[in-house]
């Protein structure tokens, strides 16, 4: 079956700079979340997306930013780097917000801030 | 904000039944509980989820106490594969699945 995909599994990158990461959800799943981990930490939720609109932010800092395209997939957006970016970044995707079903997550990028 | 409570890690002998406890005493009526495992980084691995009534799947069991304050995930014969965080998690809707701490589950040979 169809999983979560995240491109690209790894990213490094110098402080500020920028870096973009992508997710694609289970075919026909419509709602999307981001999720970051940092080193020993659990995943905090940072923002989702359904229908192409965000529809609830965590604790997503002001230099990130992120969209869920017509297809649904969704790219998050990371600008002016810092050291303290560096984590894990999940994706996750459900149909529809209701718990009454699944959340999927993918298998993460890893991205180091250098 | 995560409403849950586990301990933050147990032991279990492999070919035992794992059984992981989760305290959710402020847990509402459209509540979900859910358990997820986080085996060494990879994506948060789905196991089960309830509401009210017990449930069983190819994975695990779940036990949710009448008043619904507390459940204990049962992982019948744990094998070293096992060896992982797991998540309890009470929402009703995903975007308030918080994850807390999480007990780390270690299996032994």
């Known amino acids: 079956a169809a999983g979560v995909i995240q491109s690209p599994r790894h990213l490094i990158k110098e402080k500020r700079e920028t870096a973009t990461l992508k997710c694609y959800p289970i075919?026909?799943?419509?709602?999307v979340y981001w999720y970051q981990q940092g080193p020993g930490q659990d995943p905090q939720f940072l923002i989702s997306?359904?229908?192409?609109?965000?529809?609830d932010k965590g604790s997503i800092p002001d230099r990130f930013s992120a969209q869920q395209f017509s297809d649904y997939h969704s790219e998050l957006n990371m600008s002016s780097l810092e050291l303290g970016d560096s984590a894990l970044y999940f994706c996750?995707?459900?149909?529809?917000?209701?718990?009454?079903?699944?959340?999927?997550f993918g298998s993460g990028t890893q991205l180091s801030v250098l | 904000d995560a409403k849950t409570t586990q301990p933050t890690s147990m032991d279990c002998a492999e070919g035992r039944a794992a059984n992981l406890p989760c305290n959710h005493s402020t847990i509402s009526g459209n509540e979900y509980v859910y358990w997820y495992r986080q085996i060494h980084s990879q994506g948060p691995q789905y196991i089960i989820h309830?509401?009210?009534n017990n449930e069983t799947n190819e994975m695990a069991s779940l036990i949710i106490t009448e008043d619904r304050k507390s459940s204990t995930l049962i992982l019948p014969h744990a094998t070293l594969r096992d060896t992982a965080v797991y998540y309890c998690?009470?929402?009703?809707?995903?975007?308030?699945?918080?994850f807390g701490s999480g007990t780390k589950l270690n299996v032994k040979p």
């Open positions: 996750a995707s459900s149909l529809g917000l209701l718990g009454v079903g699944k959340l999927f």
């Open positions: 309830g509401l009210k």
């Open positions: 075919p026909r799943h419509d709602t």
């Open positions: 998690i009470v929402s009703y809707n995903f975007n308030k699945f918080y």
């Open positions: 997306f359904y229908e192409k609109m965000q529809s």
